[in-house]
Nanobody, 124 residues
Framework: QVQLIESGGGLVQAGGSLKLSCAAS????????MGWFRQAPGMEREFVAT????????DYTDSVSGRFTISRDNAKNTLYLQMNSLKPEDTAVYYC?????????????????WGQGIQVTVSS
């Protein structure tokens, strides 16, 4: 019954910014870690960022560290990904997901619920 819906994607020029949102419904996810993943055509689904249930602990893949910021507002049941200094290599379908644990991991197998994904396209 957990449903995750991403929004905020679109087309942006290199160097620009986008902010993705992920609205959650169903059983509360406030105690569970959440994550963002992405998948480009012909590529495996890739870890982007994760945040602990409380929001206190964050982790990022090296390629986005310093450019992306993951955050959450548990009162609104919403997860965010602020993406700055975007590069064409960031082009992908972005997915939000809920972990089965309080502390997130980089492995897709640790996430039980997934959104449908949203396209982010960065032009050069």
């Amino acid at each position: 019954q957990v449903q995750l819906i991403e929004s905020g994607g679109g087309l942006v020029q290199a160097g620009g910014s986008l902010k993705l949102s992920c609205a959650a419904s169903g059983r509360t996810s406030s105690i569970y870690a959440m994550g963002w993943f992405r998948q480009a055509p012909g590529m495996e689904r890739e870890f982007v960022a994760t945040i602990s249930g409380s929001g206190a602990i964050r982790d990022y893949t090296d390629s986005v560290s310093g450019r992306f910021t993951i955050s959450r507002d548990n009162a609104k049941n919403t997860l965010y990904l602020q993406m700055n200094s975007l590069k064409p290599e960031d082009t992908a379908v972005y997915y939000c997901a809920r972990s089965t644990r309080m502390l997130g991991a980089r492995d897709t197998n640790e996430y039980a619920y997934w959104g449908q994904g949203i396209q982010v396209t960065v032009s050069s």
